[in-house]
């Protein structure tokens, strides 16, 4: 699974950009959408799934990415306010002779077997772990120490007119000219800004999501990505639990980084 500095996990942005653009389709409207640590009880180098991201260096681990969305649900905060239960994944296939089965159940969901959750929307899983030794990948990168590609596809399930398919290069759209790499050109429709656009579509459509809200039309131009993803309440409040009871190491980043607006 391939990230990098722009689409942290370009699977789920990707099917992410699916069901953002199934509520729109719902809706009647035609926008195209567009470093956590272990429990220092249960550290050990056996146990940790990490992964380095392209283009930054660091460390972050993949294993508490999959713990956290075990718990509140891969649907993030925008559609978390929109929907009547969390979207969980069932099942984790592992495709590798060193993957360990007991090991990934524990970075997954036993390591929070005897601790309490309050939140009772949300409800810890026990998805079920496969794991294929045999399977080899012909084109894997050897030696182990090598960085990923700085390139990367994703699709989403959407019809062939909306571009289900993206190639980018260091987390832009491959092809855009230099001087437009820092403008919304050169956005990949999984990114934050282009999945930021569908959920202002989405309230500027539906007045009952803005009345459930409690959003005002004319409050829609100021609206920052920030202020949308606090909207949704309650995924905050269970997502602050597990960072300050399970994910204390988890990296915090600027809070400015998410006060970006829609250009015009």
Same mark, same amino acid.
């Given at each position: ?12 942005? =990707? !099917?992410?950009?699916? +069901?953002?653009? /199934?509520?729109?389709?719902? #809706? ?7 470093? *956590? ?39 993030? =905060? !925008?559609?978390?306010? +929109?929907?009547? /239960?969390?979207?969980?994944? #069932? ?7 060193? *993957? ?39 084109? =894997? ?124």
């Amino acid at each position: 699974m391939h990230t990098d500095g722009n689409t942290r996990n370009p699977m789920l942005q =990707a !099917f992410l950009r699916y +069901l953002h653009q /199934e509520l729109n389709k719902d #809706t009647g409207s035609h926008l195209e959408c567009g470093d *956590a640590g272990i429990d220092k009880q249960l550290e050990t180098d056996d146990d940790v799934v990490n992964a380095t991201q392209a283009s930054r260096g660091e460390r972050s681990s993949c294993s508490d990415k999959l713990a956290r969305w075990n718990v509140l649900g891969v649907q993030g =905060a !925008f559609i978390d306010s +929109l929907i009547h /239960e969390p979207i969980y994944l #069932t099942s984790f296939n592992f495709c590798s002779s060193e *993957a360990n089965v007991a090991n990934i159940e524990r970075a997954i969901f036993k390591r929070w077997q005897h601790k309490e959750f309050r939140m009772h929307f949300y409800k810890p899983q026990r998805p079920l772990i496969r794991v294929s030794p045999k399977f080899k990948f012909d084109y =894997a990168q050897q030696p182990r120490t090598q960085q990923p590609s700085p390139n990367g596809l994703s699709w989403s399930h959407l019809p062939d007119r909306l571009r289900p398919y993206e190639i980018s290069v260091n987390g832009k759209r491959q092809g855009v000219t230099k001087k437009k790499l820092d403008t919304p050109v050169a956005a990949l429709a999984i990114s934050k800004y282009k999945l930021f656009l569908c959920f202002l579509e989405l309230l500027r459509s539906q007045k009952e999501i803005r009345k459930t809200l409690d959003i005002l039309t004319e409050d829609l131009p100021n609206l920052s990505y920030g202020t949308c993803k606090q909207l949704a309440t309650r995924y905050q409040e269970a997502w602050q639990q597990l960072k300050s009871e399970y994910f204390e190491q988890w990296t915090r980043k600027p809070d400015k980084l998410l006060e970006f607006k829609r250009i015009a």
